[in-house]
């Protein structure tokens, strides 16, 4: 099923849904140190919370997507994943134990992976090829705005219900069934008449190799993209100093802050263009912005206008990234695949970032900052040359 118009209501309907579950897990998200702090936990159990729940998140990603194009509707699994990840933030409120917000979060992140292949698989479905872009661009821009509704009502909820985080949590579920109701009720599919059923290994065989070559571009690029959090403990380091430890973390935090408003507003605009010109090109080019972004950081001293425009770059890059990734692989492969297509990509930028993020820690605490971010540098640019080497014959109609 798609439409003459690029912004229809399977279109707005899964924007909808992709800003009231960010505003839902980001609220989450906003308060986890706290609320673990609380049951005694720290920095330690934080990120083994987080680090098994990514990793949990980007396996149900293939597996979801191999399911999304097994079914005669993506729609339900979508609607399915919404619910356990609104169930599982909410459950966490009545945990009285460390592991059990664990098991929580794993949960919620459980949902979020086979929802995500089928919800980008009903995306590309709603619309022509030629609008993937916008339509892309348009889902990553309704998400960020959802993230900064969610840091936002994080606080507004701590300070009027004075830190009680079981309400809190409680709260949270209501945007996180909101994000399903909105795939239940406003999105439209029609039923799949013929699905190729075939084996997880073999839908993974038949990916067409021109889409294996962009996923090597990815895992290569993918291997440098740290998280934008080593950005904040740079901020913090090179800013205490000057103006003391708590101003720097809540320079540190603005900065941030910066950084996602500039990964919102480039969202839509990153699909646009890619749209209208090459998107090999254009990912290429973004992804030279991150090499930019890399050069700068071991090159140039970080004062407040050079972290500044760091902060910026890595806002404009992974913008682009996400909508142009997104879009082009959907393009290089037929919308029956897109289930898995999806899924695969996810699953491998997951495994990316959690192997960049890894190593630019290590080489950050053995060797150097400026060393860490030559490493990560080298695969932005590594990355960026493999699909620059694809601009040519692009996938169905870029010129």
């Not at 579950?21 to 159990?45: K, N, Q, R, W, Y």
């Not at 919370?49 to 999304?68: P, T």
């Not at 950005?231 to 708590?246: N, S």
């Amino acid at each position: 099923m798609t439409s003459g118009k690029w912004l229809n209501r399977t279109v707005f309907g899964i924007g909808l849904a992709s800003l009231f579950s960010d505003l839902c897990h980001e609220t989450v998200t906003a308060i986890m140190p706290a609320f673990l702090a609380s049951l005694g936990a720290g920095a330690a159990a934080l990120g083994a919370i987080e680090g098994i729940a990514d990793a949990v998140s980007s396996f149900a990603k293939i597996g979801g997507g191999w399911l999304a194009d097994q079914m005669p509707r993506r729609k339900p699994l979508a609607v399915l994943g919404y619910t356990l990840t609104a169930l599982a933030m909410g459950a966490m409120g009545g945990v009285g134990q460390v592991w059990q917000a664990g098991l929580a979060r794993s949960a919620g992140w459980f949902g979020r992976g086979i929802r995500t292949p089928a919800r980008k698989a009903l995306l590309s479905g709603a619309v022509s090829t030629q609008h993937y872009g916008r339509a892309f661009g348009f889902d990553r821009a309704m998400d960020e705005t959802g993230g900064l509704l969610g840091a936002a009502a994080a606080w507004l909820l701590l300070y009027f219900l004075h830190w009680n985080f079981p309400k809190i949590l409680l709260w949270t579920m209501l945007p996180g069934f909101l994000a399903a109701l909105a795939v239940g009720i406003i999105v439209r599919e029609e039923k799949r008449v013929a699905i190729k059923r075939l084996s997880f290994v073999h839908s993974l065989m038949e990916l067409p190799p021109r889409f294996r070559k962009f996923l090597i571009g990815v895992a290569l690029f993918g291997m440098g993209d740290f998280s934008k959090t080593m950005l904040i403990l740079l901020a913090v380091q090179a800013l205490t100093p000057k103006i003391g430890a708590g101003k720097a973390a809540v320079a540190a935090s603005a900065l941030y802050f910066l950084h996602k408003i500039f990964y919102m507003g480039c969202s839509y605009p990153s699909g646009w263009l890619g749209d209208r010109f090459n998107k090999f090109k254009m990912l290429s080019a973004v992804y030279f912005l991150a090499a930019v972004m890399g050069l700068i950081l071991i090159f140039m001293p970080m004062k407040p206008a050079s972290l500044a425009f760091v902060f910026i770059l890595a806002g404009v890059y992974v913008a682009g990234q996400d909508a142009l990734e997104d879009a082009l692989a959907a393009e290089l492969t037929q919308k029956e695949q897109h289930g898995i297509v999806f899924g695969t990509l996810a699953t491998v930028n997951g495994i990316g970032d959690f192997i960049s993020s890894l190593a630019v820690g290590l080489i950050w605490t053995k060797v150097s900052p400026t060393a860490a971010f030559a490493f990560a540098t080298s695969f932005f640019i590594a990355g960026a040359a493999i699909i620059w080497q694809m601009r040519s014959g692009v996938a169905r109609q870029n010129s």
